[in-house]
């Protein structure tokens, strides 16, 4: 038998397609092994980068502040802080609101711009006023961006 009358026997063909198939399916696994060991190899890069950044921050946060007021520098009233730094910034038509609570006072004001909100939380701490919380957002007015700012203060300890 020659080889082209074993190419035409039909159990040719089908060992044929059944190799084809073998192939073909081996080059698909290996495709998905390489995958996998890519995503493996970034999913530890990910881990290797937080890992660094957690670290950070712990260093970070175990340094003293150097902004921190000193004993003799505490507010006695932070409401009347508070409302001292607003109205020497001029801010007391974008007050939303102003109020003693428990845990603090809440400052919330509207349609300021960065170098108000920087000059606003520079008087702050200055004063002796830590945020506890705050919240900033980003908000369209007309064709700029303004900030609107929740800030929840109490005095440094």
Same mark, same amino acid.
């Given at each position: 038998?020659?080889?082209?009358?074993?190419?035409?026997?039909?159990?040719?063909?089908?060992?044929?397609?059944?190799?084809?198939?073998?192939?073909?399916?081996?080059?698909?696994?290996?495709?998905?092994?390489?995958?996998?060991?890519?995503?493996?190899?970034?999913?530890?890069?990910?881990?290797?980068?937080?890992?660094?950044?957690?670290?950070?921050?712990?260093?970070?946060?175990?340094?003293?502040?150097?902004?921190?007021?000193?004993?003799?520098?505490?507010?006695?009233?932070?409401?009347?802080?508070?409302?001292?730094?607003?109205?020497?910034?001029?801010? !007391?038509?974008?007050?939303?609101?102003?109020?003693?609570?428990?845990?603090?006072?809440?400052?919330?004001?509207?349609?300021?711009?960065? !170098?108000?909100?920087?000059?606003?939380?520079?008087?702050?701490?200055?004063?002796?006023?830590?945020?506890?919380?705050? !919240?900033?957002?980003?908000?369209?007015?007309?064709?700029?961006?303004?900030?609107?700012?929740?800030?929840?203060?109490?005095?440094?300890?």
């Amino acid at each position: 038998m020659t080889l082209s009358e074993i190419r035409e026997l039909p159990e040719a063909k089908k060992l044929f397609k059944l190799i084809l198939g073998a192939v073909l399916l081996w080059i698909l696994a290996l495709i998905l092994f390489l995958q996998a060991l890519d995503l493996n190899a970034q999913a530890r890069r990910d881990l290797t980068d937080a890992d660094k950044v957690i670290n950070s921050s712990i260093v970070y946060k175990a340094y003293p502040t150097t902004n921190t007021p000193k004993t003799g520098d505490s507010v006695d009233d932070p409401y009347a802080a508070v409302s001292e730094i607003v109205a020497s910034l001029g801010l !007391e038509d974008r007050i939303l609101q102003l109020s003693t609570q428990s845990s603090g006072v809440l400052l919330q004001v509207e349609r300021l711009y960065g !170098e108000e909100m920087v000059q606003l939380v520079t008087l702050f701490e200055s004063r002796g006023l830590l945020a506890k919380t705050a !919240e900033l957002k980003a908000l369209p007015v007309d064709k700029e961006r303004l900030l609107t700012g929740t800030f929840l203060l109490e005095t440094a300890k």
